[in-house]
């Protein structure tokens, strides 16, 4: 019986230094029945020949050049030539473990359609690997291993956009690359949790991700921290955003700053709370700052956290459930 076909897609763009490595890894790969289609954005290096050079060495490559410009583009281009059954995406500077490709289909081909085969990552670097993205490996994998990254994806992206897997008719079903929102591998994780796919737990790291001073991710405006914050918001509204609730707000630092002028906006009406003493009494954007105990006497509250540090998030969430109120239902976490 023949293996199912997994489509790999690759937007890619003045990797000279790391594509051949990243290309190799996936020539070499346990599970041998893919495809890749890999679409050059505009490179003015010599990405696009080492492209070529692999394209002539294996039959399962192709090179295309982005119609348009942009990640997005380049990855509506590949996916328009992808014929798997199954879809997955690849950075052309990161590297896959050799079983990366048959453990997310075989975890496919048990548990069936509305899933996402997701694996560990592991960050890597010449210059040595910073505490944040540390940080964010630590507790991408926590997640990854139970299988629960959807029940913290307001904090941050949850699905690593460079390690997952889905049936291409469940990616099609979320939209796949229609949408022209950045960031994009945010946004589409947003869309798997929306239709309600169920991430399929994994203890195995299958992509290493390289970090550098140059990458994407550091540099472009599309990654910037507000355009995370409008996404979270965004989807909040058309996802959670209950009527029959009471919208609290805790937090009023930069970000809780920023979601009330968007609750503002959105003439949605909100309780505004902190810790800090110094605020509490005061107004700001004419919305007085009231202390935190209020929040027992809400009824039905659904609370929106911006409070960074981990150690002020492991009492507030102490405070909550005190309260009996249940993550994710009552109460969500924005960073």
Known sequence: MKKPLVSIVIPFKNTEDFFSVCLASIHEQTYSN????AVDDSSTDDSKAIGMKMAEKDARFTILTNNGTGIIPALQLAYSKATGTFITRMDADDIMTPNRLEVMVQSLLAHGTNHIAVGKVSYF???????????YEKWLNGLTSRGTNFSEIYKECVIPSPCWM?????FDACG?????????????????????????????????????????SRTSDHYAENTFLNLKFDYFKEIELDPQKNIV????????KTIAKKLLASNIDFKWICNNEKKIGKHIYDIEMLESSV?????????????????????IKNQLEHLNLSTYKDYYFFC
């Open 166 to 170: 889905v049936y291409s008719s469940d």
């Open 295 to 315: 929040l027992a006497q809400q009824e039905n509250p659904q609370v929106i956290i911006t409070v960074a540090n981990h150690e002020d998030q492991k009492h």
């Open 125 to 135: 670097s010449e210059t040595g690997v910073n505490d944040g993205y540390a940080a």
């Open 249 to 256: 707000l805790w937090g009023a630092g930069k970000k809780g």
């Open 34 to 37: 893919f495809e890749v289609i």
């Open 176 to 216: 796949g690359f229609n949408t022209n929102t950045y960031p994009e591998d945010y946004d589409l994780a947003f869309r798997f949790y929306k239709h309600k796919l169920i991430c399929i737990p994994c203890n195995d790291v299958l992509h290493l991700w390289r970090d550098y001073s140059t990458r994407t």
